[in-house]
């Protein structure tokens, strides 16, 4: 992933909150840390003692999904790297509720905030620092209130609040000029006050739970999307290999004769719904013969479907399979990734590693457009 830059678009999914604008109360600046015993990704539970010796501690609330957050990773990394052997201990806390993520706010990740999807994120990205899982009860978010993520909490060795805010002044780090975070950590150890004590944080906001109900709603409008399905003779399909759309294409060959193509087409639906808002769009081409349309457009009716779906409109398949890929030999499910210049940049014959394919999707977007 590119962390060079950030683009303004990602902040779309984000927002720049005051701290009043939140649901729970903010910590307040001289409070004591509350105590929490949380199930960490490491596969044991972290509690409030086990911090007991270091002279400050930093509490920083966090997700997975939140392009924000993504983008301050390597500077939490290494914060945490310079500021161990000084006696100072890191603890990342999700506050989200899992259930409470729409789809369409993944736009910028490869993963939401499960517990399982944090382990995947911190192997990933090899995190030093533990990391831990808040998002069925969020009972301890609650009682530090933080509004976005990336928020921190920074206490004193007698573990009173003395810095809650931002971690730094910009979420591009060519542009950064105060380091809120940092100054804080080095005015405690030197026994005096931090320069700046409280500032108002950029990020996404919170998913606190009760967002279920918005969740189902927003589900239940994408299942109400009108599906259809278009006859591709070679024309068609030597056009959607070239794609000139402006976006990255997912082709996804398949028939409903191929358990493996049945068996993953959720996924293919899904990932849809997570990028489609972005420069990305997915096309499934049914090999089935022309006059299985009615079971086709069945079948995709029954998923759900609203991306733009062809059927082979000939029964002579081999022409057709040729002017999309003369080298392909027609097997199923047969998946690709092209991008706007019409580059191959993933390519499946057979049953796809989704989590594989949204890592190469949201590089390649971020990539084109920073975010």
């Given at each position: 992933?590119?962390?060079?830059?950030?683009?303004?678009?990602?902040?779309a999914?984000?927002?720049?909150?005051?701290?009043?604008?939140?649901?729970?109360?903010?910590l307040?600046?001289?409070?004591?840390?509350?105590?929490?015993?949380?199930?960490?990704?490491?596969?044991r539970?972290?509690?409030l003692?086990?911090?007991?010796?270091?002279k400050?501690l930093?509490?920083?609330?966090?997700?997975?999904?939140c392009?924000?957050?993504?983008?301050?990773?390597?500077?939490i990394?290494?914060?945490?790297?310079?500021?161990?052997?000084?006696?100072v201990?890191?603890?990342?806390?999700?506050?989200?509720d899992?259930?409470?993520?729409?789809l369409?706010e993944?736009g910028?990740?490869?993963?939401s905030?499960?517990?399982?999807?944090m382990?995947?994120?911190?192997?990933?990205?090899?995190?030093n620092?533990?990391?831990?899982?808040?998002?069925?009860?969020?009972?301890?978010?609650?009682?530090?209130?933080?509004?976005?993520?990336?928020?921190?909490?920074?206490?004193d060795?007698?573990?009173?609040?003395?810095?809650?805010?931002?971690?730094?002044d910009?979420?591009r780090i060519?542009?950064?000029?105060?380091?809120y975070?940092?100054?804080?950590?080095e005015?405690?150890?030197?026994?005096k006050?931090?320069?700046?004590?409280?500032?108002?944080?950029?990020?996404?906001?919170?998913?606190?739970?009760?967002?279920?109900?918005?969740v189902?709603?927003?589900?239940?409008?994408l299942?109400?999307?009108?599906?259809?399905?278009?006859?591709a003779?070679?024309?068609?399909l030597r056009?959607?290999?070239?794609?000139?759309?402006?976006?990255?294409?997912?082709?996804?060959?398949?028939?409903?004769?191929?358990?493996?193509?049945?068996?993953?087409f959720d996924?293919?639906?899904?990932?849809?719904?997570?990028?489609?808002?972005?420069?990305?769009e997915?096309?499934?081409?049914?090999?089935?013969?022309?006059?299985?349309?009615?079971?086709?457009?069945?079948?995709l009716?029954?998923?759900?479907?609203?991306?733009?779906?062809?059927?082979?409109?000939?029964?002579?398949?081999?022409?057709?399979?040729?002017?999309?890929?003369?080298?392909?030999q027609?097997?199923?499910p047969?998946?690709?990734?092209i991008?706007?210049?019409?580059?191959i940049?993933?390519?499946?014959k057979?049953?796809?590693?989704f989590?594989?394919?949204?890592?190469?999707?949201?590089?390649?977007?971020?990539?084109?457009?920073?975010?």
């Amino acid at each position: 992933m590119n962390r060079s830059t950030i683009a303004a678009i990602g902040t779309a999914v984000c927002l720049v909150a005051p701290l009043a604008a939140q649901t729970f109360p903010t910590l307040p600046l001289g409070a004591s840390a509350p105590d929490f015993n949380l199930p960490g990704v490491d596969g044991r539970n972290w509690a409030l003692k086990d911090f007991a010796e270091a002279k400050a501690l930093v509490v920083l609330f966090t997700c997975n999904h939140c392009p924000t957050a993504q983008y301050y990773e390597e500077r939490i990394k290494q914060i945490a790297s310079d500021y161990k052997p000084r006696g100072v201990a890191l603890v990342a806390i999700s506050p989200n509720d899992p259930k409470s993520v729409r789809l369409d706010e993944l736009g910028w990740s490869d993963l939401s905030d499960s517990f399982a999807e944090m382990k995947l994120r911190a192997e990933e990205r090899a995190f030093n620092f533990p990391y831990l899982y808040d998002g069925d009860a969020e009972a301890v978010s609650r009682l530090y209130g933080p509004v976005v993520t990336p928020h921190a909490f920074v206490f004193d060795a007698g573990r009173k609040l003395r810095y809650v805010g931002a971690i730094d002044d910009s979420e591009r780090i060519q542009h950064v000029k105060k380091h809120y975070l940092r100054d804080a950590l080095e005015a405690l150890l030197a026994g005096k006050e931090p320069p700046v004590a409280q500032t108002k944080v950029v990020g996404c906001s919170v998913k606190w739970a009760g967002k279920e109900s918005q969740v189902r709603a927003y589900m239940e409008k994408l299942a109400a999307e009108p599906v259809t399905v278009a006859k591709a003779d070679a024309d068609t399909l030597r056009a959607l290999r070239k794609n000139d759309s402006g976006k990255f294409r997912l082709v996804n060959f398949w028939a409903t004769w191929c358990a493996p193509c049945v068996a993953e087409f959720d996924d293919f639906v899904t990932v849809n719904r997570m990028y489609r808002h972005r420069d990305f769009e997915l096309v499934t081409v049914s090999i089935n013969r022309p006059d299985e349309e009615k079971a086709v457009l069945e079948f995709l009716k029954k998923r759900q479907a609203s991306n733009r779906n062809l059927l082979f409109a000939s029964a002579d398949r081999e022409p057709l399979i040729n002017a999309f890929d003369p080298a392909w030999q027609g097997e199923v499910p047969y998946t690709l990734l092209i991008n706007p210049e019409g580059k191959i940049i993933y390519s499946e014959k057979g049953s796809v590693d989704f989590l594989a394919l949204k890592r190469t999707i949201v590089k390649a977007m971020n990539e084109r457009k920073p975010w």
